[in-house]
């Protein structure tokens, strides 16, 4: 078999449908292999490591969500397609479970289907976005826990990147959100993933948390004397919020700084049980009434209730990416981003659509009224060389919302233009620390 052509992997029991996908494969210049035991599967995947696969829910052996729990331990990255006679519910719930497994999902097929679809998912320039080069993972030894601690308290290597929000009805940047990344001296760049679920284990996402204020303030006067004034918007993690000395300790950043508390958001995840403690509701309206914005982050993950987003004053309501990627397949996430924005637009706040990364997912976000996005389709993270030159430029320019309204992202590093305008913009810096 010739190998210098794209390679398309078929599981499926159906010989027919086998048949039907290797027609249109070898029409779009794929090599196929297909496999009608299921069990073959894990010799198969490592001998052919294959771009894109098909792949049917029911089979004899081997059911789809073990199939797809055998490519998540192979650490698989190729781009998987579901096809199943299933409903569209069960469909999507499996769709969704493979995306929580890390793996890179395409939207399923349901039978029978189109040659149409199948063309598309073949054809699709399909790729994972990541602001960084993906790390391996890291050791879980004590030398590495004094690294990790040597790089929070003595160096600042851990720095956050900066990524705009844009205002979606006028252009204009709106915001910049911070992702936390870790310029390992032997590693590299390394992301949130590689490293905060051992700043979790080893006690110091306080003391991580300190050091991004420390730095996002000394941005924030770099951006002053640009006469930018941004601001800020810092993500807690939620154990923090139990922390009763966090108002103060913030309060004698800001003082030290000479930031008004008014330019600061504190964004708290959905997932954060702040609602069922006494001890965060009082950090929480502490914060509140010393002058912080609060933003509800990740709605629609978590657990919240209506009650809750009632007696906490938010400030500004984040719809989560994992609901804006899927609003144009998936009409559960459509009807949930949907009724995050009416629910905000009744409550009078401001909404936030993450991970934006086509150009009909931000037209549709814009007709139905939410006010704000982000995603790489509009500009991808950067460091805080690439932020100077952005804050510099915030009250003069802004994005072209309106050249936006077909077609796919192309790639990480798509560029927007820009023009002038005479609105100054603020700045949104959001450490990824959740």
Not at 23 to 45: G, H
Not at 123 to 130: G, I, L, P, V, Y
Not at 341 to 349: N, T, Y
Request: with cysteine; glycine share 6%.
């Amino acid at each position: 078999m010739a190998m210098d052509r794209p390679q398309v992997l078929i599981v499926d029991d159906d010989p027919r449908v086998c048949r039907l996908i290797q027609n249109m494969a070898c029409s779009e210049q794929f090599e196929y292999t297909d496999i009608v035991d299921p069990r073959r599967l894990k010799t198969v995947y490592e001998d052919l490591l294959p771009e894109k696969i098909f792949l049917d829910l029911s089979m004899p052996g081997m059911d789809g969500i073990e199939a797809l729990t055998f490519l998540k331990d192979s650490g698989s990255t190729s781009h998987i397609c579901l096809i199943s006679g299933w409903s569209e519910k069960v469909l999507r719930s499996s769709c969704a479970l493979g995306k929580k497994m890390g793996l890179n999902m395409s939207p399923p097929i349901h039978k029978p289907f189109r040659a149409t679809e199948i063309r598309a998912f073949l054809k699709a320039d399909q790729f994972t976005h990541t602001s960084v080069p993906v790390s391996p993972i890291l050791p879980r030894s004590r030398k590495f826990k004094e690294e990790l601690k040597h790089a929070i308290y003595n160096v600042g290597e851990i720095q956050p990147f900066y990524q705009p929000i844009v205002d979606l009805k006028t252009g204009e940047v709106d915001s910049l959100e911070a992702l936390c990344r870790w310029h390992h001296p032997t590693r590299g760049i390394l992301c949130p993933g590689d490293f905060l679920p051992l700043v979790e284990k080893y006690g110091l996402m306080k003391d991580l948390t300190y050091s991004l204020l420390k730095i996002i303030l000394e941005d924030m006067a770099c951006w002053d004397s640009m006469a930018s004034r941004p601001n800020v918007s810092i993500n807690l993690f939620p154990e923090l919020l139990e922390e009763q000395s966090l108002p103060d300790v913030f309060m004698a950043h800001m003082k030290s700084a000479g930031i008004d508390p008014s330019r600061i958001t504190i964004e708290i995840t959905e997932q954060s049980n702040y609602g069922d403690s006494v001890q965060m509701m009082n950090v929480i309206s502490r914060l509140r009434i010393a002058g912080f914005g609060l933003s509800l982050d990740d709605f629609g993950t978590g657990f919240a209730s209506m009650e809750k987003v009632k007696e906490i004053p938010f400030t500004e309501l984040k719809i989560d990416r994992s609901f804006v990627s899927d609003l144009l397949h998936d009409p559960d996430a459509k009807a949930i981003v949907k009724s995050s924005i009416s629910l905000a637009q009744e409550i009078g706040i401001p909404t936030v659509a993450e991970g934006i990364e086509n150009r009909e997912t931000l037209s549709w976000l814009i007709s139905n009224g939410c006010t704000r996005g982000q995603g790489y389709l509009l500009c991808p993270p950067g460091d805080f060389d690439k932020s100077i030159l952005l804050a510099q430029s915030s009250t003069n320019h802004k994005y072209e919302i309106g050249e936006f309204d077909s077609g796919d992202v192309s790639s990480s590093t798509d560029t927007v233009s820009t023009k002038e305008c005479q609105t100054t913009a603020t700045l949104t810096v959001t450490p990824d620390i959740t």
